[in-house]
């Protein structure tokens, strides 16, 4: 007799039956898709395998993990990949662990592991990095520094939970706070004691223009270790703050010649502003090529022609040449500085700065150079008259104002000049100068006759050759000559084109 509330004997018969039917049909069903799975092409593999993942039930599990025993070696490593992705969306490390342990297998399930999206898998990759098999923890924390500022969010909580938790996450913190700019996760890195983080987390507060970042970088120009201290150089250069610089610029004894000169060069590279007077210090260094690079710098700045100034009596040929190049940056105030010091005896290599004016070929200039020529020191009147043959054309009316100067040496070179630049409008103030009562002016007005070929000096010239002087006396004769044979020439022209 049948008691009430008791299965019905048949109907758990029907069920049982039922389960056995249908397991065995999942059965073949999914050692079906295992097979299929391991002869599809390795994308159309892994695009089926995240299907099946999405909802991966206890049954495809086992499935899959029977198909790991398979004689078989594509499908071993088709089944430890999809393990291995099951594995993940639930965060099955017990499983993981399994199917790593298979022999030849280990290299699919690190494939799968590098290569699947990351979604919603980092407490997976965490427990990775925490537990996880040693030859794919490096992998778990590439994929962790490839996720967002929430998953950075998780990562801070999870190293707050003890040592082991914070050694574990470490490295993809800074490398998130890296690409986040976030503070907390850079001073981790910072605090690590991992050179290799703390060389990162530098580098990273150099990129982030965060407000402490100055502050925090500060001390390590201090620290030992000359890479870490070469970061924070190059990290405070990189800031757009200028707290950065001045920073450099007031540590300077503390920083070693490459270090100094490697801040130097980058701030030349990209032009960055300076204040021009911070700089001055290194205009003593002891190594040239910093002193040349602080040199460069400023001659990009503004208000800087007092230091190029100083650095142009540098005793090296490089530094003097940046100085050069500086002057000529800032041509508009420092033509009437230099026009003003060159006259100047306190300066030392007065002739340096002649140089640096001819180098400008400024019009402004010439007159300058024009009396300097009479200078009482031989090497400032020689460079003046260097830098005036650099020109290539020089008013007639400054040379007529300087034929007229009271020194002598002036008036020489301005009827020289007059003569060079074929200024033959100007021939009656040559001829005056054949009077001039310095005989080397003289000398010059014969020259320029001669560059003229002014043939009608001729009587002029004869009158020379009563000169006191034998070098006058000499060089008229000469200049005669020349101007005989021109006019013979000229005349025989014209007779054989009367000719024709």
Not at 9 to 38: C, E, P, Q
Not at 289 to 316: E, S
Request: proline share 3%; net charge negative.
């Amino acid at each position: 007799m049948q008691c009430r509330g008791c299965p019905n004997s048949f109907v758990v018969l029907i069920a049982a039956y039922l389960l056995l039917l249908n397991s065995l049909l999942l059965s073949a069903t999914t050692s079906k898709t295992v097979a299929d799975l391991a002869k599809l092409s390795k994308t159309e593999r892994r695009q089926e395998i995240y299907r099946l993942g999405e909802r991966p039930k206890r049954w495809l599990v086992r499935q899959f993990k029977d198909a790991l025993q398979s004689t078989d070696l594509k499908t071993r490593q088709t089944a430890a990949e999809a393990l291995a992705f099951f594995a993940m969306q639930k965060a099955y490390m017990e499983l993981l662990n399994s199917v790593y342990d298979h022999i030849n297998l280990a290299d699919s399930v690190s494939l799968m592991i590098e290569s699947s999206p990351l979604g919603n898998s980092h407490p997976f990759y965490i427990e990775i990095r925490l537990s996880g098999p040693f030859e794919l923890q490096s992998i778990a924390a590439d994929k962790l520094a490839q996720g967002d500022a929430s998953i950075l969010d998780d990562l801070m909580q999870t190293a707050q939970k003890s040592d082991r938790h914070r050694a574990a996450l470490i490295e993809p913190i800074v490398e998130l706070g890296a690409k986040y700019a976030n503070l907390d996760a850079i001073k981790l890195g910072l605090e690590s004691g991992n050179f290799i983080l703390v060389r990162k987390a530098i580098t990273a507060l150099g990129d982030s223009n965060l407000p402490e970042a100055c502050r925090l970088l500060e001390p390590f120009l201090q620290n030992s270790t000359m890479l870490l201290k070469q970061a924070a150089v190059e990290a405070l250069v990189e800031l757009d703050s200028d707290c950065g610089i001045d920073i450099i610029l007031e540590n300077t004894e503390t920083l070693s010649r490459t270090e100094l000169l490697s801040a130097l060069v980058y701030l030349n590279q990209f032009n960055v502003h300076v204040d021009g007077n911070s700089l001055s210090p290194l205009l003593d260094h002891e190594n040239w090529q910093v002193r040349k690079q602080a040199v460069l710098l400023l001659g990009k700045q503004q208000n800087t022609v007092h230091l190029l100034d100083k650095a142009i009596d540098d005793m090296y040929v490089d530094v003097r040449e940046a100085a050069f190049t500086g002057m000529q940056q800032q041509k508009q105030q420092a033509l009437p500085y230099l026009h003003k010091t060159v006259y100047s005896h306190e300066n030392l290599n007065r002739d340096l700065r002649v140089e640096c004016i001819g180098r400008m070929q400024d019009a402004q200039s010439i007159l300058h150079l024009l009396h300097l020529t009479g200078d009482d020191e031989n090497l400032v009147a020689d460079a003046a008259a260097r830098a005036l043959a650099g020109f290539k054309n020089i008013p007639a009316e400054i040379l007529l104002e300087a034929a007229r100067h009271e020194n002598a040496q002036v008036r020489a070179k301005a009827v020289e000049l007059l003569g060079r630049y074929q200024k033959s409008d100007e021939i009656n103030t040559i001829l005056e100068a054949f009077n001039d009562p310095v005989w080397y002016v003289r000398l010059a007005a014969i020259d320029a006759i001669q560059l003229l070929k002014y043939c009608q000096a001729s009587p002029e010239l004869a009158e020379l050759l009563q000169d006191r002087y034998l070098n006058v006396r000499r060089k008229a004769a000469v200049a005669l000559d020349v101007l005989q044979a021109e006019e013979f020439r000229a005349e025989t022209a014209t007779s054989r084109e009367d000719n024709l």
